[in-house]
Nanobody, 127 residues
Framework: QLRLVESGGDLVQPGGSLRLSCTAS????????FGWFRQAPGKEREGVSC????????QYGDSVKGRFTIARDDSKSAVYLQMNRLQPEDTAVYSC????????????????????WGQGTQVTVSS
């Protein structure tokens, strides 16, 4: 059974950086698409970034383009989200999600497409 565990959330000042990690209980190899999502209080969960099963394609939400970077390391069964130049509006619970399959060409930022979710990690950006 695939299980996902996030870590790395913290309190950070505006302009700072964090790297979130998502560790999978089984080696994802080329069977899973991964995505990062976030949910702020009173708002719907939104797609932040995703990466295809082979890692050859990524996409980002408009609000994080140029600041966030997603990467995967299947040898470590891990997916990362590097977040730079953080702003208060980035404050949210960040969750890792996996989509079973073998998509090498594209990945969705639609939360309804994903099958397995981690518990989430809190990121707070405040001075």
């Amino acid at each position: 059974q695939l299980r996902l565990v996030e870590s790395g959330g913290d309190l950070v000042q505006p302009g700072g950086s964090l790297r979130l990690s998502c560790t999978a209980s089984i080696n994802p190899r080329d069977y899973y698409v991964f995505g990062w999502f976030r949910q702020a209080p009173g708002k719907e969960r939104e797609g932040v970034s995703c990466v295809t099963a082979r890692g050859g394609y990524t996409q980002y939400g408009d609000s994080v383009k140029g600041r966030f970077t997603i990467a995967r390391d299947d040898s470590k069964s891990a997916v990362y989200l590097q977040m730079n130049r953080l702003q208060p509006e980035d404050t949210a619970v960040y969750s890792c999600a996996a989509l079973a399959g073998s998509s090498w060409l594209t990945c969705p930022l639609d939360r309804n497409e994903y099958d397995t979710w981690g518990q989430g990690t809190q990121v707070t950006v405040s001075s």
